[in-house]
């Protein structure tokens, strides 16, 4: 069972502490928030969504007069949003230009083919092209995103830059129009005094990578302007590594629309929420104060090995400024958005256990991720799985910290929650891809794959699933 890990004795402990201890550099704040560009579409006639994705290297100015090298997709770091119709064909054109390395890109919670989803096992190689070519269903509408998922490399290219939004739009949306619709990706910086982006320490590999500064489309506590009484549709983007985000909004009120996999069945409000990595949420906030609204976090204790746990209470990621001046009257929140019919009964049932093994030897610190006591590994296929069936899931964590669980090629259906022998049910249905199973606790979810082929799961602490959390789920037709 344990994994091996290079570098983690005693000397690069050492240097850790050092690195830990660099106060981080201060960011600027309170710009205008810039929506994340739209990749173009260049098919040129509707139905078809054709476009070059390019990642390559490249340097932003976190801070005045020092450059930090990045990775980026064509050009941005996050990578343009993309927007396209359900019903649509998509044929993505992937360029990596990333020097000396392979990539992929995954198409986090789309139902696209095994064989297009950027899985570790079809590696891009640096300086090839490949086309991923899918087509998005009728009721597949939600808010997606892409990133990396190249074998071992995964954690570094995503928190150099790599992640991209996806939101595939419903042909009749029940959300009014005068919302707007803006997507906020959260990603995690951490910046060294020297401008550079520090590699992973231990205590990252341990815990996952938490940086310094919470960055909303690339920039710290950007501002938004609105008017007096005016709702805004916002899609949030958990993009960070490992960042448990648990969000409030200040002067401002909250109702949930969509999770992971599009609408809920009705708005639900809420005064918080906490999105693991990789989780998304679609929101309409109502602005009925005049003065600052601000997006804050709370802390949350997700579990940490060793010590020095950050606190994330009190971090301001966004202000929004209510104008005293009215908006005209927005119409409300439908009533009811779409029905979300349930998976149903299962016809297999598996128990998926999370655990962490932490072990000394003369060669240092050996450490495991594990999923039913096995790390990953591509030549192995863990659970055979038939198209069109559905399927209970039992992900029980063992673990002293929290893992956010993700499947790919579906999205599932969270029915219980169990912790200390108590049972709960999630407060509403939903479609999520990922879900955080707290340490201690065990989640129950039913999924269905409809599509053949070799589907990854995960936990989405990405240095977590790099060490070894994580398995495959081989669908046969
Ligand atoms: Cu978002 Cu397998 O990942
Ligand atoms: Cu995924
Ligand atoms: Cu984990």
Not at 3 to 17: E, Q, V
Not at 448 to 453: A, D, L, S, T
Request: charged share 20%.
């Amino acid at each position: 069972g344990m994994d091996s890990m290079p570098g983690m004795d005693s000397g690069h402990a050492g240097h850790d502490m050092g690195a830990m201890a660099q106060a981080p550099a201060a960011l600027p704040e309170g710009e205008a928030l810039r929506e994340l560009p739209l990749l173009a579409n260049e098919a040129g006639r509707s139905g078809l969504f054709r476009a070059r994705l390019t990642a390559e290297a490249a340097t932003a100015r976190f801070v005045e007069g020092q450059d930090t090298p990045i990775l980026t997709y064509n050009g941005t770091s996050p990578g343009p949003l993309i927007a396209a119709y359900e019903g649509d064909r998509v044929e993505i054109t992937f360029a990596n230009r990333i020097e000396g390395e392979q990539s992929t890109v995954h198409w986090h919670g789309m139902p696209v083919p095994a064989d297009q989803d950027g899985n570790p096992m079809d590696p891009v190689a640096a300086g090839a092209d490949r086309v991923y070519a899918f087509e998005l269903p009728g009721g597949s509408a939600g808010s997606y995103w892409y990133h990396p998922h190249p074998h071992g490399r995964t954690s570094e290219q995503v928190y150099r830059g790599l992640a991209g939004a996806f939101v595939v739009k419903a042909k009749a949306d029940p959300i009014p129009a005068a919302y707007g619709d803006t997507a906020l990706m959260f990603t995690d910086l951490r910046l060294a005094a020297d401008g550079s982006m520090p590699d992973n320490t231990m205590t990252d590999l341990m815990n996952g990578r938490v940086g310094d500064h919470v960055l909303v489309n690339g920039q710290k506590n950007p501002k938004l302007a609105v008017a007096l009484g005016a709702k805004r549709r916002l899609r949030l983007y958990n993009a960070t590594n490992a960042r448990f985000l648990r969000l409030a909004f200040a002067n401002a009120a909250m109702t949930v629309i969509g999770s992971d996999g599009g609408l809920l069945e009705a708005p639900v409000a809420i005064d918080e929420i906490l999105l693991s990595p990789a989780e998304r949420v679609e929101l309409v906030v109502a602005f009925d104060k005049p003065g600052a609204a601000t997006l804050t976090t709370l802390d949350y204790d997700r579990g940490w090995m060793g010590p020095g746990r950050p606190s994330d209470a009190g971090l301001t990621l966004l202000t929004v400024d209510v104008a005293n001046t009215p908006a005209e009257a927005m119409p409300p929140v439908p009533e009811r958005l779409r029905p979300i019919a349930p998976l149903g009964q299962p016809a297999v049932s598996r128990r998926l256990v999370f655990t962490e093994t932490m072990a000394m030897n003369p060669t240092g610190m050996e450490m495991g991720f594990l999923i039913n006591g096995k790390a990953f590994d591509m030549a192995r296929v863990d659970i055979v799985a038939r198209a069109g069936e559905t399927e209970l899931w039992e992900i029980v964590n063992q673990a002293d910290m929290d893992h956010p669980f993700h499947l790919h090629g579906t999205q599932f259906q969270v029915i219980e929650h169990e912790r200390d022998g108590k049972v709960s049910k999630p407060p509403y249905l939903a479609w999520k891809d990922t879900v955080n199973v707290a340490r201690g606790e065990t989640v129950r979810l039913v999924t269905r794959q409809e599509r053949p082929g070799a589907r990854m799961y995960h936990c989405h602490i990405l240095e977590h699933e790099q060490l070894g959390m994580m398995g495959i789920v081989d669908v046969q037709a």
